[in-house]
């Protein structure tokens, strides 16, 4: 998951495998919530990130979580990067980034092992819609 704040700020937030059922119908998409109790630790350098935010959001056992006031967000919460710099990867490869374009095609999910834990992944294509 990816949280926002009212400045626009982005932060991942990670649920354990176990705790999954726990807080299964508590996150609604766009919904609005308060969260206490929460673990906070620094990315390691070799993982992915779902935001460019060096810490994430670890929920816990003890996490409440609780409907809050709508707030206004200073941005819509994507930051989109250009075509030309995803095509020459001009990018930072190990955070996620937003594109804005047309599902062209896609294929179906992959799944490759990697040791002892299954990776998937899926191709696809894109049509630029101008924003450059």
Request: proline fraction near 3%; hydrophobic fraction near 45%.
């Amino acid at each position: 998951m990816v949280f926002i704040d009212a400045q626009g700020n982005k932060i991942a937030a990670t649920i354990p495998k176990k705790l999954i059922a726990f807080f299964r119908r508590t996150f609604v998409e766009g919904c609005f919530l308060d969260l206490t109790g929460f673990g906070v630790i620094e990315y390691e350098e070799k993982n992915y990130r779902m935001a460019a935010n060096e810490w994430r959001v670890i929920l816990l056992r003890q996490t409440t979580v609780r409907r809050a006031a709508p707030f206004l967000i200073a941005e819509d919460g994507f930051s989109p990067v250009s075509y030309v710099n995803v095509n020459e990867w001009d990018i930072d490869g190990l955070t996620a980034f937003d594109v804005m374009g047309q599902l062209i095609e896609n294929s179906p999910i992959e799944i490759k092992w990697d040791k002892e834990s299954a990776k998937k992944s899926m191709s696809f294509y894109l049509c630029d819609l101008g924003l450059d």
